[in-house]
């Protein structure tokens, strides 16, 4: 069983930056790949980014590679979403996600566990 907490959302101008913490209980931290994704209001939860289990792989989502960054600190259970560059698309609520495995997975059905979610507001 893993917990996941999300943090560090909040109401940021066009163009600024903003870095999202997700914080999981469990002693088996580091055999899951983490992924973040968002949900705006009427619309589907959507992809954004992942990293591999031991960090060395990540993959984005083509809306906002090379504006956000992925990171993961196994020894304390942490993985970060670095945002910069926000635009007021951006706006959505933010979730981290967890999957045992060593595959870098963008699909919301083969996450096994989810955060509350983290809202991230962009106003232009």
């Known amino acids: 069983q893993v917990q996941l907490v999300e943090s560090g959302g909040g109401l940021v101008q066009a163009g600024g930056s903003l870095r999202l913490s997700c914080a999981a209980s469990?002693?088996?931290?580091?055999?899951?790949?983490m992924g973040w994704f968002r949900q705006a209001p009427g619309k589907e939860r959507e992809f954004v980014a992942v990293?591999?289990?031991?960090?060395?792989?990540?993959y984005y989502a083509d809306s906002v590679k090379g504006r956000f960054t992925i990171s993961r600190d196994n020894a304390n259970n942490t993985v970060y979403l670095q945002l910069r560059s926000l635009k007021p698309e951006d706006t959505a609520v933010y979730y981290c996600?967890?999957?045992?495995?060593?595959?870098?997975?963008?699909?919301?059905?083969?996450?096994?566990?989810w955060g509350q979610g983290t809202q991230v507001t962009v106003s232009s």
């Open positions: 469990g002693r088996t931290f580091s055999s899951y790949a």
């Open positions: 990293i591999s289990w031991r960090g060395g792989r990540t």
């Open positions: 996600a967890a999957k045992r495995g060593t595959y870098l997975y963008t699909l919301v059905y083969e996450y096994d566990y």
